[in-house]
């Protein structure tokens, strides 16, 4: 019930960044509706839904579960998916400035080595990032080749 | 007669025969990996259909999602886990059965009941397709503005149970679908100066973060411990004559359950998942031995399989006759359509002759792709889950950037992706109907063109209800919207209640 509380005053504050935002849209209203009309109806709709969420989560019972372990675990693994989205954005940074061959194949051996659970020697780590450049060469070639999708190039290729 | 000549010739090309022989592969290998699902492996086929004919594109994407469903079979039946959440019933049969000692039978069934799911839906598909689209012609923009809102109300309302979760999501949706130029005056709407925002967000690259990227993430959130072996030296033979002969003797459950999905499949937001689920429900109440069910009955794998390879059939009838889609696959399917500038609705079927059909004959040909490639590769798809998710997870990511990158040759799309990425990781955790966001984001625009449409040739408001058909449907949206409210009340109480008890025990 709290997360809903949460999600509600955040989609309040949504709907209201937006109405704000849909105040400077410079609309002529040549016939029928006004191009603000739309977004502010849906946003309304939405800030009326989240009013009802928000008063129902503390009326309504929910549901109590006994946490799992593996719930548990979970949530200490958390903090993974944010790091990942967190490098995604760094990736995407650098392909601009050292091209998409070396960007992605950084990005995949970082993320393979965050997230490999098993203690391996090195040199299995070794053939699996080299499998993981010949992926990103091959895949490369894929899509100039074959598809013709011409990737970012960087710095050095 | 001339066009089904023709997309007969279209669809018998050699290329576009093993672009359905690489998506059938491709889906059964997600379908057979507990966490990949089938909408993330047609969202990854996406950037693989730009470069393609729209039939050639299509067909891929068929391929990959009755490989899919298929596929999740695998591991419902032999780990006791769904590969795909529209296997989720299967397990409950099928997974006894392995126990008892006949993995093979078990297998088997599943397979052939998936086949004859996706024939019955074909079938389904081929005949009401074209009738619907025939009636629908005559919509103007108070009935397709009424018919979009009552498609993303029954998606809202039929999602994940919580009403008000799955109308926010639809609308947060329809309100992304609104950034960039007005469709009508063409003003910026919320595009804070940026030229790559003028053209709204692109689609797809929502798609493939909401339904792929998301998702994958949350993978890393399992622990080893979640993950299952096989037995590779397990005995999968079952003869074909035994086979044939345990569905003929239930071909009254293969018919009804094929009917259930076909007809769940077509409501917007049903599903596979809810199709399996439901038509095992049904088989079990049916039967005169439902206690049996649980312990192996070839039944409740028949139910659970042909429905939802049927349920395929039917999502694709809204989705070619009226433009909206069944299914979050349908959604794809139509963003892929629109790609090449194709608009699936009532006049898709007049306009499209040749890929219409041709995407009817792509369904059955990979039916039948799936039944071969499944029975004669089985040994090897068992071992495709073997590799563990710390090689796939890297280059899954990799290829879902690039499938973002190659819609527009730009990195603002792989933006996109990431930032709807987040938000979906966000709805998934907070319980919001993925499916409703991604139809808001299709369904948004055409809805707001057509409400202004139909305000801008006559303000007359009452319009809406008093044409027959719009008020047919705003009339369903009200009675979809009035049961989902009565249902979560009852819910409510009963949690009330349940609470309450707990208090005084």
Redesign the interface.
Known sequence: MA??RL?SIG?LLFCGF?YY??TL????E??????????RL??G??AF??V??LI?SFF?????TKKSD?TE??SK??W??WV??GL??I??VL??VVGFITS?FL???T??LL????KKSWKKHLV?IG??LA??LG?TLF?QG???????KGLFF | MENLLLSIEAILQWDTLLLMVVGVIAGIVFGCIPGFTITMAVALTL??S??LEPLQGISLMMGVWLGGASGGLISACLLGIPGTPSAMATTFDGYPMVKNGEPGRALSLGLWASFAGSLIGGIILVLAAPLLSSWAIKFGPWEFFSLMVFGLSAIATLGNGNL??G??AG??G??IG?FGL?P??G????TFGLTDLLSGFNYLPILIGIFAFSQL??E???????KFTLDKNINLHYPISKVIKDLATSWVSVIRSSLVGTFVGALPGAGSSIANILSYDIEKKMSKHSKLFGTGRKEGIIAAEAANNSSEGGALIPTLALGIPGSAVTVMMMGALLVHGIQPGPYFLVSEPVLAYGIFLAFFISAIFMLLIQAFGIRLFLRITDI????L???V???C??GS??VN?R?FD??VL?IF??VG?FLKK?NFTLAAFVLGVIL?PMT?VN??RA??TD?DLTLFFTRPISGVLLGLTIASLIYAVVSEIRN?RK??S??SN?IKG
């Open positions: 997360n809903n999600v989609l937006f935002q849909s849209i410079e609309s002529k040549l016939s029928g509706l006004p191009a603000t009309f739309f977004p849906i946003l709709i939405i839904l989240s009802i969420m129902k309504v019972p929910t549901k109590v593996s675990g979970k693994k958390e993974i998916v990942l989205f995604f954005a990736y995407l392909i601009d992605s990005y995949m051996a993320v393979y997230i490999v659970q098993q699996a499998g993981l992926i990103t895949i899509f074959v598809l013709h999708v011409y990737l970012p | 950037p693989f730009f470069s008000i979760k109308l926010i609308l947060l329809v309100f609104t007005d009508v005056g003003a910026q709407r919320f993430l949350s890393v959130t399992k622990s080893s411990a979640d563990p998710m710390h090689y997870l890297p280059v990511l990799i290829l950037a690039l990158f190659a040759n990195v792989i933006w990431l990425g987040v990781y907070f948004g707001e409400l202004r305000i801008s303000a409510e949690l009330q349940e609470s707990s």
